[in-house]
């Protein structure tokens, strides 16, 4: 199968509609027919499963799919090492994170590798603590910055900054002005929390493990800033981030409370694949952010 082909049938297997597909990829919808026929021909057997205009992977599919899409990864990283060896002083590095670093930590590393890095390109992608781990898994990512730690294996972990954890509270609440809570005193409240596969929810139910509480939960969400517009509506109580030690303040909006049960922090870091060998790009911008992290009095 040829670069090309890895492309078009990729995007035909993640869309399962032959015309959002065909218009993904700039192509009329009967040259892309046409190209699906020719292929499963090639490999004798069909695909694709058809049910009038949608289609959907069947058993052969599903298989040639991750060969395919694994394929087109290792294509990727072979183009960005002959770049970044054709030209060292440059290179591509691909940085996937989680959305709430999106609006201080990364713009600062970026800022601060920009100027020592010469012609680096960088591409960003935002997710979920989950699916930027895969997306580094895979090879589609070269570096993530996630919260807390993947428990996963093949994934290398480097500690950048800790930031300690609040109850959040709507601000008329009667805890709101304490100077710390526990969480067993609010085992009773409903809580507004992250959906499964974002980090703050892995965090959430940890400490709710740890302290023994099988939290009601009244409203899920995949953005922090939703999380906290629900408390300060009075809708829940919420476990956040406390201040980020690389902004202004907390989030806005509902009153937050230190929590001071044991292990209250999240900790944030660079993950990588350790299976992966990292061009000078990656490299080099892996080791720039361990070194800002010891300037900064972050984790050594």
Known sequence: ????????????????RVGAAADRLHLAQPTLSRMLARLERRVGVELFDRHGKRITLNEFGRIYYEHA?????????????????????????????????????????????RRVSGRITITLWQGAAEAVTERVLAGEAD???????????????????????????????????????????????????????????????????????????????????????????????AILPGEDPLSAGPLSGPATVPLADAGAARAVGLVWSAAATPPDAVRRFRDFTEDWARRRGGIP
């Not at 199968?1 to 399962?16: P, R, S, V, Y």
């Not at 954890?165 to 009773?188: I, K, M, S, Y």
């Open 69 to 113: 899409r694994r394929a087109r990864s290792e294509l990727d990283a072979a183009k960005l090492a002959l770049a970044d060896r054709s030209n060292p002083a440059g290179g591509v590095l691909r940085l996937s994170f989680q959305h709430s670093f999106g609006g201080s930590l990364v713009p600062q590393l970026i800022s601060g590798f």
């Open 143 to 237: 570096l993530g910055i996630v919260s807390p730690s993947p428990a996963v294996a093949g994934i290398g972990w480097r500690a950048v900054l800790r930031q300690p954890l609040v109850l959040a509270v709507p601000p008329e609440h009667r805890l709101a002005g304490r100077r710390q809570v526990r969480l067993a005193e609010v085992a009773d409240a409903e809580f507004v929390t992250m959906h499964h596969g974002f980090g703050m929810r892995r965090i959430f139910d940890e400490l709710c493990a740890a302290a023994d509480i099988r939290p009601r939960i009244a409203f899920e969400s995949s953005d922090l800033v939703t999380v906290a517009g629900l408390v300060s509506a009075g809708l829940g109580l």
């Open 1 to 16: 199968m040829l670069g090309e082909d890895l492309e078009w049938f990729t995007t035909l297997a993640e869309l399962e």
